[in-house]
Structure formats: C-alpha cells, structure tokens
C-alpha cells in the first residue's frame, strides 16, 4: 500500500494538515521518465514540498511494485508558505533519476503542475542530499565540481578521472567520501565502501536538529543559534546568554514559531527578505524574539543562500548597458569560488561574504582569447567592477542581484537564469 506521510517539520506534527483542514492546500501532479524501461519493484519513487531551510513539509513515498509510471501524486501543504516541490526516484541507496526544483508561492488554491519529467541524476550538476550515519550532507553543484556542505564546512569534491562513471571524491565526516552513480560513501581505510549514506529529497524531522541556523539584531545586540538539538540566545551584548534544548517548529500562517517556556522565549522566523540595520547586509528571513517582556527583531539564515547555486546573467555595468548578443555571467560557489565569462573569456577566483558585505579576490585568473575591440572594453568594464564589490542586495523575489562598491554605487546588476 502506497506510504503517505504529511511532514511539519517535526515527527510529533505528521498528519496535521489533512484534506479539508483549513491553512492547507492540495499540490498534485504526476512524475515520468523519459525512458520506456519498467522500474524493479524495489525502487522508491518521492515527491516532497520543502519549505525554509529545505525541511520537508508534506512527502509521498510510493514503491513501483504498487504501479508504473507516470505516476499521480497529491500533497496537503500550508497554505501561507512559499516553497519548492522536488521529485527524486531513490533505488539500492542511490538517487537514479531526478527533477528540477518547482517553485510554489503562498495560496489558497489547488496546484495542479501536470507532468514533472525526471532525468537521469548526474552528481557533477544534480543537487542531493544525505543522511551519513548522524550527519546531513548537502552537495551543490558548481561548475568547477560539487561542493559538500556538512557540520559547517564546505569541501570541493574533485574528479577522479580513472573512474568508469562520473566520481568526485573529498574529505567528509568520518572519514573521506565518494560521490558517484547517484550514491554518497564515506570510505574505509583500505578505500572501500565503509558507509553507504541514505538519500534524502529535503531534511526531515528526526534530522532537523542540526540546522546551523543563525539569527542576529541589533540596539542592542542579540544573536540566535540553532543547532545540534539546542538552541543558544545571547541578549544585551552579552548581559544575557540562555541554553535550552531547541524547540519543536510549528507552522502558522505564513510564518514558523519556536515557544520554549522553560525560559521564557519565543521565537518568530518569517521567510522574507530583511537587511541588517548596521550594514544593509540582506539575509533571507526575518526574526522576531521575545524574551523576559523584551522584543528583538533582526535577520536570519545564510547570506550567502540568496545569491549562490544559481547563473546571474549581467544586464548593466555602472549604469551602462551590454554589448549587443553577448553574454557576461557570474556563479558564486558554495566554497567561496567564483565562475563566470566576460562575454570574451572565463573569469575564475574568490569571493567573501562577511556581516560587512561582499569581496571580491583581486586579480581573477582571466582566459586569453582575443575578441572585439567592443568586447574587450565590456571585460575591462566587468571586472573593474569585481574589484569594486563592496556590499550586493537583491530584490524581493530574489530573481535580481545588485553589486555596489564602497561608496554605495551601483557597479553590477543581473538577472537569474
């Protein structure tokens, strides 16, 4: 019988959202494979709605054995939440085919998105997330190769070109790990398989703990922790620092709550952009706190998040347009790697984001193809103004990226492709 299981971000809230709960929405549609091949009986096919911080707030799991494809699915999710749709087919620990990532806004209505066409997963350019032993692990492509993200790190997987099939390999928790056929292995000492990592399609419940999320405000300043299963407030520049075990998430409305009466705290995070007060520096959520009568508000989440795993198209440099049919772009990697073309060459170096703003590294590493006398002045005109980046924002849907140097001039502006 087919498994169905609705997610709030907690195991204790599975099944709150039922069909005809007021603040739920049905998302429907169905998953298909563009090869004519029947699926072993033993494969998983998912389909998951996955909100702030990729928690997973509704999933289906289906087996093949109970019918082939294309196969139909419904999810109840809340109505107030923006969030992605994702759909992976998982068979012998390994990810075999994949979707793109389905963007859905906050509503009443229904979603209805049809047919979503599942291609066969390549770890050089399909995110993945696992689940090894205790840790997540997140990989992000990127175009110089995948970036794994876990216990707060990130570490660029390298190819291993003697392999048979795409395989990237690096340091990973525990020990050194291989990224291939769709599956992550953290390695034994004699370079065998010690630890088959299991896939996930968003973080779920009994992973949640480990977050690694951080809010901060200002006047006065206060900072937020969440990880590891305890959450770590610190008040008044210092004056107050509380720890408690981290509270369970729930959902209301459009925004997630986090109530630890033990000591008098509780936390708002609204999925919306906000700027730092200090520095302008954006941040993907706002956060209230309300603690012993006070209330903080501030931003929270990973900069870095707004503007990374996507290729930003430049539109304007300093104000001025782009050469006719040429195509300048920029990719901020996971691991502090930057990657794009100046619409003569590539471009190659390093980027920094800290509470100030963004820096780039001086001195990109820049190909030497020899274009047009029009093109060679547009590369000039992009990477002087890498070299001016000081501070970047980006608009509310965050589709737009902003680049301003010290002097708050506008020197970039793209689009997300």
């Known amino acids: 019988m087919t498994r169905v299981l609705f997610v ?48 997973v707030l509704a999933q289906v799991r289906m087996s093949a054995h109970e019918g082939q494809l294309p196969r139909a699915y419904s999810l109840q999710v809340p109505d107030g939440l923006p969030m992605r749709l994702r759909a992976a087919i998982v068979l012998d620990r390994r990810y075999r085919w994949t979707s793109p990532e389905i963007a859905i806004a906050p509503g009443a209505d229904p979603v209805d998105l049809g047919t979503t066409r599942l291609r066969v997963f390549d770890p050089g350019v399909d995110p993945a997330i696992f689940r090894c032993a205790g840790t997540q692990v997140r990989i992000l492509p990127d175009r110089a190769g995948p970036v794994a993200l876990f216990a707060g790190t990130a570490q660029r997987l390298q190819p291993d070109p003697a392999a048979g099939q795409p ?51 200002t006047e006065p300043g206060w900072s937020l922790v969440l990880d590891a299963g305890q959450l770590h407030f610190v008040d008044g520049y210092g004056a107050t620092s509380l720890d408690t075990p981290m509270p369970m998430p ?43 009568g006070h209330i903080r508000e501030g931003c929270g989440g990973a900069p870095a998040s707004l503007i990374q795993g996507r290729v930003w198209k430049i539109e304007s440099l300093a104000g001025g347009g782009i050469v006719d049919r040429s195509r300048i772009t920029l990719e901020f990697g996971a691991d502090g790697t930057l990657s794009g073309s100046t619409g003569c060459n590539g471009v190659s170096g390093r980027y920094w984001l800290n509470g100030e703003g963004l820096s780039i590294a001086k001195g990109a590493a820049v190909t030497m193809m020899a274009c047009s006398d029009a093109l060679m002045a547009q590369e000039h005109r992009f990477l002087s103004a890498l070299r001016a980046a000081a501070r970047f924002d980006v608009d509310p849907l965050r589709d737009q990226l902003f680049v301003f140097d010290a002097a708050g001039v506008e020197v970039l502006r793209a689009i997300a492709e």
């Open 8 to 55: 709030l971000l907690w195991a204790s809230f599975a099944g709150l959202l039922g069909p005809g709960v007021a603040g739920a929405r049905e998302i429907r549609g169905s998953v298909l494979i563009r090869e004519r091949i029947a699926l072993p009986d033993e494969a998983q096919i998912v389909v998951a709605a996955v909100g702030w911080q990729d928690l």
């Open 167 to 217: 395989t990237f390999s690096g340091p990973g928790p525990g020990g050194p790990m291989r990224h291939a056929g769709g599956g992550l292995s953290i390695l034994a000492q004699d370079g065998a398989a010690g630890l088959r990592c299991q896939p996930l399609i968003g973080i779920e419940p009994d992973a949640a703990a480990g977050l690694g999320y951080t809010a901060r405000g």
């Open 250 to 292: 729930q959902i209301e409305g459009e925004v997630y709550r986090m109530q630890a009466p033990q000591v008098d705290l509780a936390i708002t995070i609204r999925p919306q952009l906000c700027h730092d007060a200090a520095t302008a520096m954006p941040y993907p959520d706002r956060v209230q706190v309300r603690h012993d």
